[in-house]
């Protein structure tokens, strides 16, 4: 097991992009450097570990790491045909899965798309360099399906809760003869903003991993 901590100092002044955990299944060290040095072009963090088998890649999902991305090769002849089945038994419904193979293979491609993994990518020269965009375009996609109901109801509140406070502001400063009533009125509910806010961020903090 491997782990690379990327990121491209050039693109990444400021601790302002989220770092992604990429659990990487791949055998051959020159492909893992390829997808290294394309992900060091990217302006987000990735932060990979390397295992060289699906077996190395149960072993660590059991100990209860955390990854937002998985990306394996799709060939493994010494392994039982099931294994990407026991592999995903190890993981959320919110974790893609991208294949990323050796060969071209129609028939696996669509064998893999139904046994539930986000993409099936050939290790092509355009593929890798743009590795970074494909990724965080999965992770994106699935973040957007698992955002709960619940979650988008309490964000709806509070977002038309700070609209409210922040119109009620805004007349005070721009009318400044407005009735004591008003102001009043606005500084028993400017706690209230300060709370709605903060909870708001926490809210998209846990829903984006940031």
Request: charged fraction near 25%; glycine fraction near 6%.
């Amino acid at each position: 097991m491997t782990r690379i901590d990327i990121c491209n100092q050039s693109h990444y002044p400021y601790r302002m992009h989220r770092r992604v955990h990429l659990l990487l299944i791949e055998p051959n060290g020159c492909h893992v450097e390829l997808i290294r040095e394309s992900l060091l072009k990217s302006p987000t963090r990735f932060i990979i570990t390397v295992a060289g088998t699906p077996h190395a890649a149960r072993q660590l999902l059991s100990k209860k790491n955390h990854f937002d991305l998985v990306v394996t090769e799709g060939v493994w002849p010494h392994e039982s045909r099931d294994w990407l089945t026991r592999l995903k038994v190890h993981l959320g419904n919110n974790i893609p899965i991208v294949i990323l193979s050796s060969t071209s293979d129609e028939v696996a491609a669509v064998t893999f798309m139904k046994m539930g993994v986000d993409d099936y990518l050939v290790k092509r020269h355009d593929t890798l360099k743009n590795l970074p965009h494909l990724f965080l375009k999965h992770l994106h996609k699935k973040r957007k399906k698992d955002i709960s109901p619940g979650l988008s109801d309490r964000m709806g509140r509070g977002m038309n809760s700070i609209a409210q406070n922040l119109k009620l502001l805004g007349e005070l400063i721009n009318h400044p003869a407005m009735s004591l009533k008003k102001g009043e009125e606005y500084l028993k509910q400017k706690h209230g903003l300060e709370k709605e806010i903060e909870t708001l961020k926490g809210m998209l903090k846990n829903w984006i991993g940031g």
